[in-house]
T-cell receptor
């Protein structure tokens, strides 16, 4: 069974600081996704990582994938309050083409 | 881009009644739709996968007779919560694989409250 572990579950940061969220998964997978969820809202797609060594950046967020270690990271650079949200990683189960989600990281950026 | 329209966004119903949630793919054909449930401050849990023209596949522990899924056309999948109880109160989200690219399109979610 595909399992996705994400940490930390809670993250409180000060504006301007850097931090990394980690996502480990248990079995070989095709694709790794990062999503953002604001309270009461659905998911917003941030990144899709398709291959070993893939790195994608958008603004203050950068995601990377190491398929050998079965690890993805989401790095936050110089955090701002607008980044406060819950971030989920998810992995495809290529047998069934469905996604399994990590537990989520609730990020709070304080002034 | 691909859009999945989910309705209603919020619904309050009495215990024992049934509620239908619709997800429509607006500009693409969704042969597959995934249905997730999210309890407050928790992650998304896959409930079932619907495929157009065939029976849905349910995850272990999800009652087929309680959560009825219909995927009668390439643009519409529905989830009906039958005989709803307060413990069914949750946020339900549908998603469909994107066409021609990797990724999924999510509906906007339905907040169900059973009183």
């Amino acid at each position: 069974e595909l399992k996705v572990e994400q940490n930390p579950l809670f993250l409180s940061m000060q504006e301007g600081k850097n931090y990394t969220i980690y996502c480990n998964y248990s079995t070989t997978s095709d694709r790794l996704y990062w999503y953002r969820q604001d309270p009461g809202k659905s998911l917003e797609s941030l990144f899709v990582l398709l291959s070993n060594g893939a790195v994608k950046q958008e603004g203050r967020l950068m995601a990377s994938l190491d398929t050998k270690a079965r690890l993805s990271t989401l790095h936050i650079t110089a955090a701002v309050h607008d980044l406060s949200a819950t971030y989920f990683c998810a992995v495809d189960n290529w047998h069934n083409n469905d996604m399994r989600f990590g537990a989520g990281t609730r990020l709070t950026v304080k002034p | 881009g691909a859009v999945v329209s989910q309705h209603p966004s919020r619904v309050i119903c009495k215990s024992g009644t049934s509620v239908k949630i619709e997800c429509r793919s607006l500009d693409f054909q969704a042969t597959t739709m995934f249905w997730y449930r999210q309890f407050p401050k928790q992650s998304l849990m896959l409930m079932a996968t619907s495929n157009e023209g065939s029976k849905a596949t349910y995850e272990q522990g999800v009652e087929k007779d309680k959560f009825l899924i219909n995927h009668a056309s390439l643009t519409l999948s529905t989830l009906t919560v039958t005989s709803a109880h307060p413990e069914d109160s949750s946020f339900y989200i549908c998603s469909a694989p994107q066409q021609g690219r990797y990724g999924y399109t999510f509906g906007s979610g339905t907040r169900l409250t059973v009183v």
